[in-house]
């Protein structure tokens, strides 16, 4: 069964400087995406960005990895988003594919000068992070030789069975005098 974490957070703090970078038709200016895929069968957390130079942040390292994720929908249904991974490594493919939950994804956008560019792996200099979406999950996965594909969604109490408690007598005996 899934329990869905409720202290996580969801923002968006870009920078004025940076979206006046971001928005010149030609700029410096790039934004490495970062993702954790949890999961209990998981020895630790599975952690890329997607970038051809692994990072060090938060005392994590982020291996270069390469994955394209869709934002979240803003629309009046519930938010989703598409996580496409490169078939590239087996491991991540059974972890994913032989998992009876959905893994649990967590997906941040940082500005590229937040990091030092001249070492190798990456290393945070003050990190701003623009965009930050935690307990998502894996679902609708699909694979093929060349990549992993599946949607993002958060969790819907709508989906939840109902009634999930039964008052029974024996859970409930007062009501039943």
Known sequence: MITPALNRATF?????????????LHSGEFL???????HPSLPDALRF??????????????????FRVALLTDTDNMPTA???????NQEIEAAILDAVDP???????????????????RTELSVNILS????????EVSANPVQLSGKLVIWSYASEPYPFIRATQERTPAIFR
């Open 12 to 24: 968006r703090n870009i920078p004025a400087a940076v979206l006046r970078e971001l928005n010149k």
């Open 32 to 38: 490495p995406v970062f993702i954790e895929i949890r």
């Open 49 to 66: 960005v997607a970038d051809n130079v692994n990072y060090v942040f938060g005392g994590n390292t982020y291996e270069a990895y390469p």
């Open 82 to 88: 598409q996580l496409t991974v490169s078939n590239i």
């Open 103 to 121: 893994p649990t994804i967590s997906l941040f956008v940082t500005d590229g000068s937040s990091f030092d560019m001249t070492v190798r792996p």
């Open 132 to 139: 930050e979406v935690h307990d998502l999950y894996l679902v």
